[in-house]
């Protein structure tokens, strides 16, 4: 319970519920549960799978964010004093959680007389809602699955034990050519690891009567070229399906049996061992697919001032540049201008994709997990000048002071992979070839994208808002509103034919009609421009700030005495992007016609 008052220390723990636990973490704060075998209600359960898994966009690692299992024997009439607790484990990364979710991962028995106590600790500056989950079972060799596995098939599903064992076949035989496979799912299957579907029970091998070295061997080949973390991981599933039963008194020296065939003096393959020759691991293959990384600005890329500065972003990623101005000059501000070019353009989709300078002072905002209340100084503002369809332009212009520290974000908020190249020049058109692929790296704060798994995935509707807004033209444009509804255009104005001034004039005319016969309603627009699209996109709504509004167009005459207008005049600039919100603020629908002249 979130507002339990017990739970924060070993000795006010709170009982450890079979299955999920929720909970939230405060910076620097620890949660405390306890168990036994009393605590659940399957007959012979002897082993407890738990599983921590908690959302962060920041990089957190297990020694920030974890659990540790302590276990405390009670006293006994032979034993008066209860031995303090001991740590006996801790949660692992688990390779096979879900993008998006930090898991980690421990199986363990459960003593009959012992208590144990699970601290969930949370050492980061970020505050974390978390689960616990937490699975009895009886005995490895019946088919105990360590709770982070469950997500293997569904959330709904749990795993069996033959699954499972598939699953940590397939982790083992991932880096064997398709001989080397073949060769080590036959020796599992013959030393009792693989139980196919079509085995008799009588024709089951057990673990325990194979031969050790067999069983090591096999355990090495499966986990060589794996990471340190995976590979903790598969010898601990492992374990708790019974793979690894082998007694400390069978072990032996592996060059045992070579040793006595080298001195028996037998000739070849008549002292032979029935054991196949190891076959090693071949080397990791090159990676051939690229997975787009985020990188934050707790370990930024440097701003590059001489050449350009690319990526590649995956839906819903980001890159955070450090940018510090200084040519050692007298001038306390120095202007600058940045180009950034993206592709694929995608259409009004590409409205979602945009860069943004931060002054650095405000990294703690983001540090501390507030990163929606950053404002920016400056964002990159939309422009058409290479004419190529297949790319998407944004340019900003300001001005720096000489020494100081900023910060880029670049934000791909659309569904598709996008390439960018931040260029620091006002660039009209450029040359892009490949961009950069950084590579992850948890230790620098680069890792592969997760997207947030409370974004909405339903379907836009066109015009709802300014990312979404329906293309606006010179000429008639219709359409109709219910109470209180508001629809979004984008216009952008070009008179290739016309170079001698950047200016436009234009009067716009809305004239509406209800559609219920009741009586005139009322509705408006409003003319914002393009620049201000990161308000809309971070929240900030109540900021936006329109440059101009309609007003009653007194002396018209109409042909519906029911209808009313309302226009505005003024200039717009060329090759620039306005967002107009038509909005109905009366009580029943309308229809309107959208007119737009040029002067």
Request: charged letters at 20%; a negative charge.
């Amino acid at each position: 319970s979130f507002n339990s008052k017990t739970g924060y220390t070993l000795r006010s723990a709170r009982p450890l519920s079979p299955g999920i636990n929720v909970n939230h973490l405060d910076p620097g704060q620890e949660n405390w549960y306890v168990y036994n075998r009393a605590s659940f209600t399957e007959a012979g359960a002897d082993i407890i799978s738990l599983a921590l898994r908690y959302q962060s966009e920041a990089v957190i690692s297990t020694a920030e964010a974890n659990f540790q299992i302590l276990a405390e024997i009670p006293s006994t009439p032979n034993n008066p004093a209860a031995v303090m607790p001991e740590t006996v484990g801790a949660g692992s990364l688990s390779p096979v959680g879900r993008p998006g979710l930090t898991e980690t991962v421990w199986s363990g028995q459960v003593g009959e007389r012992s208590d144990y106590y699970v601290r969930v600790f949370n050492n980061s500056p970020f505050k974390l809602e978390y689960t616990l989950e937490a699975k009895a079972e009886t005995s490895a060799v019946t088919g105990a699955i360590p709770a982070g596995l469950n997500s293997l098939i569904n959330s709904n599903e749990a795993l069996s034990a033959r699954q499972m064992a598939w699953s940590l076949t397939a982790q083992a035989v991932d880096n064997m050519t398709a001989v080397q496979a073949a060769q080590w799912m036959q020796e599992a299957q013959a030393v009792g690891w693989l139980v196919t579907a079509g085995t008799l029970p009588d024709q089951v091998a057990n673990p325990g009567d194979a031969n050790p070295q067999t069983l090591w061997r096999l355990t090495a080949q499966a986990i060589e070229g794996q990471d340190a973390q995976t590979a903790a991981q598969w010898l601990i599933q492992a374990d708790a399906l019974g793979w690894l039963t082998i007694p400390p008194g069978t072990l032996k020296n592996p060059n045992e049996e070579t040793l006595q065939l080298d001195n028996s003096g037998g000739d070849e393959g008549g002292g032979s061992s029935s054991e196949p020759e190891p076959v090693p691991a071949p080397p990791d293959e090159p990676e051939k697919d690229y997975i787009p990384v985020n990188i934050y600005p707790n370990n930024p890329l440097d701003f590059n001032f001489h050449e350009v500065n690319s990526g590649r972003l995956a839906p819903d990623g980001e890159h955070w540049y450090k940018l510090q101005r200084d040519d050692l000059d007298e001038d306390l501000i120095e202007n600058l201008d940045l180009t950034m070019f993206f592709t694929p353009s995608q259409g009004f989709l590409s409205n979602k994709v945009n860069f943004e300078i931060f002054p650095a002072g405000q990294y703690h905002i983001w540090e501390r997990g507030d990163a929606d209340y950053m404002e920016n100084m400056g964002a990159g503002m939309w422009v058409s000048r290479d004419k190529d369809p297949l790319t998407s332009e944004r340019l900003w212009a300001g001005s720096l002071v000489d020494g100081d520290t900023y910060l880029i974000k670049i934000k791909n908020g659309s569904p598709e992979v996008v390439d960018y190249y931040l260029f620091p020049n006002d660039v009209w058109n450029a040359e892009l070839g490949n961009p950069t692929l950084h590579k992850g790296d948890a230790s620098h704060g680069r890792v592969p994208f997760t997207a947030p798994v409370t974004r909405s995935t339903g379907p836009v509707e066109p015009g709802s808002g300014p990312p979404e807004a329906v293309e606006l033209k010179v000429g008639t444009t219709t359409g109709e509103l219910e109470a209180g509804e508001e629809m979004w255009y984008k216009f952008v104005y070009s008179d290739p034919g016309n170079d001698e001034s950047a200016d436009q004039d234009f009067i716009f005319y809305m004239t509406n009609t209800p559609l219920d016969d009741i009586r005139a309603r009322h509705a408006d627009f409003e003319i914002y421009p393009g620049s201000q699209l990161h308000l809309w996109v971070r929240g900030t709504v109540d900021e936006l700030d329109p440059l101009g509004a309609s007003a009653p167009a007194t002396f018209a005459q109409l042909d519906d005495e029911r209808s009313l207008q309302v226009l505005w005049s003024g200039q717009l600039k060329k090759e620039h992007v306005y967002y107009v919100k038509v909005y109905n603020h009366d009580i029943g629908p309308l229809e309107y016609e959208f007119k737009i002249k040029t002067q």
